[in-house]
């Protein structure tokens, strides 16, 4: 599909088609899930979305960080049929199949630390649950800990790793217990007198010996840390540069094992293939989802390979390693290797110079921050008090959905752009102008502007 002008609203929003098909969707489907705006999706090609009314979006949104090469890259759709003209599954936990040896092969090939091995699932709170069992199961101790701001999935033991928002436990109580959480460092909102980052991931640290440790749980007991190098749902919080490499430092020093989610950092997004490798150290454990086969469901625990030693029978899953999305995997990394990878490093430093460009002569841009194409906008009442402004932000999703651009929100406030790592800097251009327009509607809208 080549598209002349792109956005391209030819309806009004949702269109007669989109209203009559989310008609249906609220008779059928599920109540539980967040549909910020009515975009219904016909077909799309790199980072743009069409609707079925033939409404054309510049799409931020990868659909949540998931098409890492873009909508239906031609040889992602070549690898996926190819696949599928010779089997559609046969079962990697009872069978084999090469496709998988060959992916997890190329996965351990581009992480630190290893040789590894690899457990294929099909998502990533499925990743997590299984990095849950490896940890316990490796290290024969109980506890494991998190931080305030996570999001790890929606399974129990993915949601007990959690702590982003409230109503993702609410009523689902008893979680799975000897979950503790820690302080992420969020410079932004740190108390007055940490002010440096480096201050702000200390005082991260320092609360494992002066509180965890001490008050909690011995070190001993720990099994694992679980931790998003760049927080993703918690608001898009890149910690300061000291952190990661000292929570390694802690886990080295007790034995436990520092578990890297990197579900939405991974896979080339913020400019290298694992985001850990910005902080120079190497995981024990690395879950990983979303961009990994570019929109097919796949999840994969990577572990160093004297930790993933469990017996046959302790792990598996019917589904996980499916051969299609294997292939699409292994097509996903051949292309992020030939230049995708670094065009979200290079396309990403543009972008978010451009949206700091925006922010200075924005009075609600609280903070722009990020990697790569994995780009974050704080929105506050005002720069100085920098209370949050989740209204404002709400309402930037719609008035940029108007103008045909599709992002999503993050956290209480932010709104995050995580586009297919295909984006050019043209249409990140295009994407920010719309953005700030759309930020100056929903102002006025709001009687703010
Ligand atoms: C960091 C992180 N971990 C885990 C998950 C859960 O992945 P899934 O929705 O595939 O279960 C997400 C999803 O947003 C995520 O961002």
New binding site residues.
């Given amino acids: 599909m080549n598209y002349a002008t792109v956005p391209d609203i030819k309806t009004a929003l949702p269109g007669p088609k989109a209203a009559a098909a989310i008609a249906a969707d609220k008779d059928f489907i599920s109540s539980s899930y967040t549909r910020g705006y009515p975009f219904v999706m016909a077909r799309g090609t790199g980072v743009v979305a069409e609707d079925i009314d033939g409404n054309v979006f510049l799409d931020m949104t990868a659909g ?1 960080a998931v098409n890492a090469t873009g909508h239906s890259h031609p040889r992602i759709v070549q690898a996926i049929s190819e696949a599928a003209s010779r089997f559609t599954h046969m079962s990697g936990t009872d069978f084999y199949y090469p496709v998988q040896a060959q992916l997890a092969r190329m996965i351990s090939e581009r992480t630190r630390g290893g040789p590894h091995r690899v457990f294929f699932c099909n ?3 499925e990743a ?1 649950e299984g990095a849950m069992k490896l940890a316990r199961w490796y290290t024969k101790r109980p506890y494991l800990i998190s931080f305030r701001g996570a ?4 399974t129990y033991g993915a949601m007990s790793l959690g702590c982003s928002k409230a109503i993702h436990r609410n009523h689902y109580a008893p979680l799975v217990p000897s979950v503790i959480h820690a302080n992420y460092p969020y410079s932004y909102r740190a108390a007055p007198h940490l002010d440096t980052p480096e201050k702000v991931a200390q005082d991260a640290l320092d609360y494992f010996d002066n509180v965890i440790f001490k008050r909690e749980v011995q070190a001993e007991e720990v099994a694992a840390i679980f931790v ?1 190098p760049v927080q ?2 918690g608001g898009y919080v890149v910690p300061p540069a000291n952190f990661l490499p000292g929570l390694r430092a802690l886990c080295d020093k007790h034995g436990i094992l520092l578990v890297l ?1 990197e ?2 950092s991974g896979m080339g997004r913020t400019g290298k293939f694992w985001a850990h490798e910005h902080f120079g150290i190497e995981a024990d454990i690395i879950t990983s ?2 961009g990994i086969a570019s929109g097919l469901p796949l ?1 994969a625990v990577i572990a160093k390979k004297d930790i993933m030693t469990w017996p046959p029978g302790s792990h598996a899953s019917t589904f996980g390693g499916n051969p299609i999305a294997c292939a699409a995997a292994v097509e996903t990394i051949k292309l992020l290797d030939e230049g995708l990878t670094a065009n979200a490093a290079g396309v990403g430093e543009y972008m978010k110079m451009r949206l700091d460009e925006w922010a200075k002569g924005s009075p609600v841009a609280g903070e722009v921050r990020g990697m790569g194409l994995m780009l974050g906008v704080e929105i506050v009442k005002s720069k100085q008090g920098k209370e949050r402004d989740a209204e404002l932000r709400n309402t930037i999703e719609l008035t940029a959905f108007a103008r045909g651009l599709l992002i999503l929100g993050c956290g209480e406030n932010n709104i995050r752009f995580c586009p297919s790592l295909v984006l050019s800097k043209e249409e990140a251009d295009k994407a920010v102008s719309l953005f700030a327009a759309a930020v100056e509607d929903a102002r006025k809208q709001l009687g703010r502007g």
């Fill in positions: 949540i998502s990533g709170a997590n999001f790890h999935g929606r998003e993703g749902e989610d579900v939405q989802a979303k999840g």
